[in-house]
Every structure is written in structure tokens, then in C-alpha cells.
């Protein structure tokens, strides 16, 4: 079975810096990974996904993610946050033949002015 | 319709009664997805159809829940005995496949609330 550990519960940012949103995933295999954004009353918007191939994605909203599997990793990055970045980001793995994503417990992100 | 869409946004009911949630996919998504997000915790996998059928529903607690999907467009979350504990945002998600390798597009969520 798959898991999912986002180890920071919060993550405050001030507004123009970068910000990296850790993910470790659990999974025998190759898997599929996501990041969804949640904002207060709204349901989930995926930012990126990683199937295969260049292990750098882009996403919207000016996002990264690098899936690095020595580490089991799947980092999320941007390099300037705005202050409407602020919101719940879940990190969800996939597998294939399992039709089910399996979703980590979520980092909040607050931004300073 | 243009994206997924879920009825009632918010229950409040009492310990006891049954309650119903209604989830109406994006048109064409052949797979609808129920997950359960309780405070502070991700959202948790409930029950998937492939169809009409249910695929796999590992996920539901107890026989206290069930869901439906009996023309394979339109799926009914059904609780019956509720229980405080089953206080959550309840999301519905549906996707063109199955396949693993498929984007899951999620409601806003029904918020229901035990008294």
C-alpha cells in the first residue's frame, strides 16, 4: 500500500520569498504523484502531476515539483510567493492498477507581508 | 456540467438520522471517487465506481455507509445512524478513467455536522 508524509503541519512564508513544500511517499513501485491546493471553502485544484519522464514538472500558478526517487521525494517549490498562494497544499500518491490516490495530511501555508 | 458539483454544501443533523449527500461529476467522467476529510487530516478514500458499480469500497468505515450510482452519472452518499464522528467534509472527485495514471477533479465538498 501507498503512503504519504508531509512533515510540516505549517509553513509561514513572507511574501516574495521562496518556498519548498516537502513530500516523501512510500511505494514498491514507480508511482504517480500529485499536489493539490485547497483554499478555505474550496475543494481540491491540482497544481502539477508527475506520470513519468522529465522528473522536473511545471504547474500552474508559476509551481515545480521534482520527483526524486533515491530520496522518495517529491518536493514542491516556487520561487516567489504572492500572498494568494496561501492555503492548504496536499501531496497525493498514485499507483499504476490502483485507481485510488492516497493523500498526505496536509502543509498550511501562511504569507507574511 | 463544467466541473463537479455537490449538494448539500452544508448539513447540520442530529445523532441518529440518516442523511444523504449528492455528487453530479463533470459529464463523460466514466470514474467517481467519495473521500472523507475530517479536521486537520487529508482527505481519506471512501468508495470509487467504475460505472455503475462499485469498484472498490474499502474505504467505507462501516455497513452504516453506503453510496450509489445506478445509471453511472449522478452518486448518492448515504449515512444512516449518524454518529459526532462522522463530522467531515465529504469530496467527491471524478476522472475520464480509472486507469492510476488519471486526474481526479474534485467538488467544494459537502460539510456535514453531527449534533
Known amino acids: 500500500a501507498q503512503s504519504v508524509t508531509q512533515p510540516d503541519i505549517h509553513i509561514t512564508v513572507s511574501e516574495g520569498a521562496s518556498l519548498e513544500l516537502r513530500c516523501n511517499y512510500s511505494?514498491?513501485?514507480?508511482?504517480?504523484l500529485f499536489w493539490y491546493v485547497q483554499s478555505p471553502g474550496q475543494g481540491l485544484q491540482l497544481l502539477l502531476k508527475?506520470?513519468?519522464?522529465?522528473?522536473l514538472v511545471q504547474g500552474i500558478k508559476g509551481f515545480e515539483a521534482e520527483f526524486k526517487r533515491s530520496q522518495s521525494s517529491f518536493n514542491l517549490r516556487k520561487p516567489s510567493v504572492h500572498w494568494s498562494d496561501a492555503a492548504e497544499y496536499f501531496c497525493?500518491?498514485?499507483?499504476?492498477?490502483?485507481?485510488?490516490?492516497?493523500f498526505g495530511k496536509g502543509t498550511m501555508l501562511l504569507v507574511s507581508p | 456540467g463544467a466541473g463537479v458539483s455537490q449538494t448539500p454544501s452544508n448539513k447540520v443533523t442530529e445523532k441518529g438520522k440518516y442523511v444523504e449527500l449528492r455528487c453530479d461529476p463533470i459529464?463523460?467522467?466514466?470514474?467517481l471517487y467519495w473521500y472523507r476529510q475530517s479536521l486537520g487530516q487529508g482527505p481519506e478514500f471512501l468508495i470509487y465506481?467504475?460505472?455503475?458499480?462499485?469498484?472498490?469500497d474499502s474505504g467505507l468505515p462501516n455497513d452504516r455507509f453506503f453510496a450509489v450510482r445506478p445509471e453511472g452519472s449522478v452518486s448518492t452518499l448515504k449515512i444512516q445512524r449518524t454518529e459526532r464522528g462522522d463530522s467531515a467534509v465529504y469530496l467527491c472527485?471524478?476522472?475520464?478513467?480509472?486507469?492510476?495514471?488519471?486526474?481526479?477533479?474534485f467538488g467544494a465538498g459537502s460539510r456535514l455536522t453531527v449534533l
Open positions: 472527485a471524478s476522472s475520464l478513467s480509472s486507469s492510476g495514471a488519471n486526474v481526479l477533479t
Open positions: 511505494y514498491g513501485a514507480t508511482p504517480y
Open positions: 508527475y506520470f513519468s519522464g522529465d522528473t
Open positions: 497525493a500518491v498514485g499507483a499504476q492498477g490502483y485507481s485510488t490516490l492516497t
Open positions: 459529464s463523460g467522467h466514466t470514474a
Open positions: 465506481f467504475q460505472g455503475t458499480g462499485a469498484a472498490d
